[in-house]
């Protein structure tokens, strides 16, 4: 892994406990505000470097709305992806 991939790794990380959207926005501009939040909620929910905590805030999030990973919709009672 190069440093420019470790540094974006360390700064996701730190966005994904801090609950910074701003992070995603910066990685989807013009994107609607809905459409960031829903990007944040779902890589967090699926990152497996982000506290156990900040996973199921967004797990809960996700839960909701309504909102589907892979044509499934997340449930709040289903265990995190490993």
Known sequence: MNEQTR????ERNV???NDDIEFSRKLCPGASD????????KARYVCLDASREKRLDS??????RGIK??????Y?????PL
């Open 76 to 80: 709040i009672t289903r265990p995190l």
């Open 15 to 17: 966005a994904f406990e």
């Open 69 to 74: 990973i892979e044509d499934k919709l997340v």
């Open 34 to 41: 809905r459409a960031v939040e829903i990007l944040f909620h």
């Open 7 to 10: 540094q974006f790794i360390a």
């Open 59 to 64: 797990q809960k999030w996700l839960a909701l």
